[in-house]
């Protein structure tokens, strides 16, 4: 455990909380990663800086529980950083500080990223009554804890509620005001988009809009077998049927081909037992001299003595 030896430590301690908190947006918005592991014992302080280790469990940003996984992460980092007595700031300021895609996205010499975070701690600290800011915090902190974060449209409960909201001003309250887009596209940058990448004016005439509605057609017409009619099926059965046939045409007979396999067996049978015999007349040839020379295996005679010398 690291402990610094200084008159005021929570000062060093709090350096150290706002770099984690811009190395955790480094890795979110410049890596695409969330470590879903964070905490006091996956850090490494070596000469004055942190290392984060452990980052092989980490997840993609785009992984179904990515948001959920950095809300713990950064639960962990306030309790640890808290317990050193440091003042953190709200959980959901963080979280919201490292999804945003406006603000620095790396840590350079320039001191960009502490900038920012300076600010977020002025912003929190210029409210009037220190005792209700607390308070509220604490409340705020316990409801982000708990809250659902939805990461599709698909997965909004209510959509309809939190499109009026983002259309009366109110969309900063979502919890996932910051994955929204930005900027919607105009009709015109659409257009001038799509003709700068070789495609076809809308404006144009009846040619265009003949190959869309062929287009609509054909994307509307159903697939599958059981869609076809009658006739469609019966050439498709008949085509199937002749190259079938020219298929048994060009097949080998069965009597054929079981003549061909017996007699390659039965040679690879006789030219095994012909090396097999013929080193034994070696072996006993060499052994009993009443046999003279190696016999031909074929040789009646041969086999014939061959039977006798061994019921001898």
């Given at each position: 455990m690291v402990e610094f030896d200084v008159p005021e430590p929570e000062t060093r301690w709090r350096t150290h909380y706002m770099e984690l908190l811009g190395y955790m947006r480094v890795m979110y918005q410049t890596?695409?990663?969330?470590?879903?592991?964070?905490?006091?014992?996956?850090?490494?302080?070596h000469k004055e800086k942190l290392y984060i280790i452990d980052v092989s469990q980490s997840v993609e940003?785009?992984?179904?529980?990515s948001l959920e996984f950095l809300r713990m992460d950064i639960k962990k980092v306030s309790d640890f950083f808290r317990r050193k007595g440091v003042d953190p700031l709200p959980e959901q300021t963080v979280f919201k500080f490292i999804i945003s895609p406006e603000g620095?996205?790396?840590i350079t010499d320039s001191n960009e990223m502490f900038d920012a975070i300076e600010k977020l701690f002025e912003a929190c600290n210029n409210r009037a009554d220190q005792d209700e800011q607390t308070a509220e915090a604490e409340v705020d902190t316990a409801v982000f804890r708990q809250q659902y974060i939805p990461q599709t449209l698909e997965q909004v409960y209510d959509i309809e509620r939190d499109i009026e909201k983002v259309h009366t001003g109110k969309g900063s309250d979502l919890v996932y005001h910051d994955l929204l887009a930005k900027h919607r596209p105009n009709e015109d940058e659409d257009q001038s988009d799509s003709e700068s990448?070789?495609?076809v004016?809308?404006?144009g005439g009846?040619?265009?809009e003949t190959g869309?509605?062929?287009?609509?057609?054909?994307d509307k017409k159903p697939c599958g077998k059981r869609f076809l009619d009658k006739d469609t099926k019966r050439e498709h059965k008949q085509k199937v049927k002749e190259e079938k046939q020219a298929q048994r045409e060009k097949k080998m007979p069965k009597h054929m081909k079981k003549r061909m396999v017996a007699s390659s067996s039965r040679k690879?049978?006789?030219?095994?037992?012909?090396?097999?015999?013929?080193?034994i007349w070696e072996w006993f040839g060499l052994v009993d001299k009443s046999f003279g020379t190696v016999y031909d295996i074929h040789d009646g005679a041969c086999m014939k003595r061959w039977h006798r010398y061994l019921h001898k």
């Open positions: 890596c695409h990663l969330v470590h879903a592991d964070l905490s006091e014992y996956n850090i490494l302080y940003h785009d992984h179904p529980r620095p996205t790396t990448e070789g495609g004016s809308m404006s009846s040619d265009a869309d509605e062929n287009a609509e057609e054909d690879k049978k006789i030219i095994k037992l012909h090396f097999l015999c013929t080193c």
